[in-house]
């Protein structure tokens, strides 16, 4: 199958600073992407979605970027909280399937 | 926004019984379900893939007689682990979506131990 990775398994931040989170990608015909969120001992939850005609989306405090050329997606937190910790995935879209990456652990610092 | 929902949230069994897990979407008809299992730490492993009714596509290395999955309308699938082992014990979220090209949400997953 398609393969979703995620750079870095694990980023720790200080309350207020933004994160960065990166996410990389195999499939060229992939045209949609999510990032999810998961709290311990929860389902994802849906943060922020991008098509692959856009390379910028911003919603509430979010960010995703979205590199076609490098096969490369970002989601970026402004001001972190201490709610923000949880596991953050992202999900491309081919076809009828979505594939998953291996996650990041997003711990904040207060 | 959409809901999926699963039941039950949490379910202890014995060994070599089944137990029935199922997933609703409450405000959309979905046209296909995903169920998957995901372990302490890491990511979600996708088990199979429902479309409403036709049989599930199992991914490889997923018993299908094992892992029994249902999807008898647009808005209901169900996952049977039959004659459960301790291994089996996982946690199991399932999610929908309208097709091609739509968001996909989750359930709030289901936790099952096998004793």
């Known amino acids: 199958g398609e393969s979703v990775g995620l750079h870095l398994p694990t980023l720790s931040v200080q309350e207020g600073d933004n994160s960065i989170i990166n996410c990389a990608y195999s499939n060229s015909a992939s045209d949609y992407f999510i990032w999810y969120k998961q709290e311990s001992g929860k389902g994802p939850q849906f943060i922020i979605d991008i098509r692959s005609n856009m390379d910028k989306r911003q919603g509430q405090r979010v960010t995703v970027l979205l590199n076609k050329t490098v096969k490369h997606l970002s989601l970026q937190i402004a001001a972190t909280q201490p709610g923000d910790s949880a596991v953050y995935f992202c999900?491309?879209?081919?076809?009828?399937?979505?594939?998953f990456g291996t996650g990041t652990s997003l711990t904040v610092i207060p | 926004g959409a809901v999926v929902s699963q039941h039950p949230s949490r379910v202890i069994c014995k060994s070599g019984t089944s137990v029935k897990i199922e997933c609703r979407s409450l405000?959309?008809?979905?046209?296909?379900m995903f169920w998957y299992r995901q372990f302490p730490k890491q990511s979600l492993m996708l088990m199979a893939t429902?479309?409403?009714?036709?049989?599930?596509?199992?991914e490889q290395g997923v018993e299908k007689d094992k892992f029994l999955i249902n999807h008898a309308s647009l808005t209901l699938s169900t996952l049977t682990v039959t004659s459960a082992h301790p291994e089996d014990s996982s946690f199991y979220i399932c999610s929908a979506t309208q097709g091609n090209g739509n968001t996909i949400y989750f359930g709030e997953g289901s936790w099952l131990t096998v004793v």
């Open positions: 999900a491309e879209n081919t076809g009828n399937q979505f594939y």
């Open positions: 429902s479309n409403e009714g036709s049989k599930a596509t199992y």
């Open positions: 405000d959309f008809q979905a046209t296909t």
